[in-house]
């Protein structure tokens, strides 16, 4: 399998496994896709959790990858339609196709959902104040958790502290705006690490602790903490939650690839 290379649709049906047709797509950024996908039999999920896709070629080669459910929580009856944004990695023979290949129409084998701990819930949770951090295309669940309290009318307080390098990397820029401007308790704080457009609130570079402290919520208030991203990101961030004072109990992580900046 090479990279944006189309696959042979040869899909076995082994236990957990479904074939999930892709019905809609669109970019998010000049190297990231939304695909919204038809699964049969779909159980449901919570904001937070993963699925798990896999390609086969015509010559039985597979290949497995995970993704973040981007669309709000559902249940059963509510709908059979899944959202994962896939952000093209270089080489990458699995997000190049879905990024560039995979048309609707086409089928693909998943299997979730996956994960119960990196998920959050307007009835479990409810009155806690929550922070995200997100790295990249680690917004992807983060965003769940968003459209999730966004539909269900929910006004728990949510700070979202979002790192990315550049603002066409961004991703879901113009309903993140639309989030926040609805004055329901959601605050968006952006840092642009390799170039910042003019009307940015501070220059290029990394996330300080010393920003992290002013965006997020004081840690007396025992806030809820979900990071996720690359890998330095979510150590970094982490870590640098526990120096602020957050109990480290209170901060869940989930991590992709190796370290970058």
Known sequence: ????????????MPSGWRVATLVDAWAESPTARTLVLEVP??????????LDLRLTAADGYTAERSYSIAGPASDAAASARVEVTVQRVPDGEVSGYLTDAFTVGDAIEVRGPVGGWFVWSPERDAGTPVLLAAGGSGIAPLMAMLRTRRDDGDRTPFRLVYSVRRPEDR?????????????DGLDVSVAFTRAAPLDSRR????????????????????????VCGPTGFVEAVSRSLVALGH???????ERFGPAVD
């Open 41 to 50: 039999d779909w159980p449901g999920h919570l904001a937070g959790q993963h």
């Open 203 to 226: 220059g290029p570079g990394r996330l300080t602790l010393a920003e992290l402290g002013a965006w997020g919520w004081p840690p007396e208030l025992g806030p809820a903490c979900f």
């Open 1 to 12: 399998m090479t990279d944006g290379t189309r696959l042979g649709a040869r899909y076995a």
């Open 247 to 253: 109990d480290p109990a209170r901060v869940k992580t």
């Open 171 to 183: 991703l879901y820029a113009d309903e993140l705006a639309r989030l926040a401007r609805a004055g």
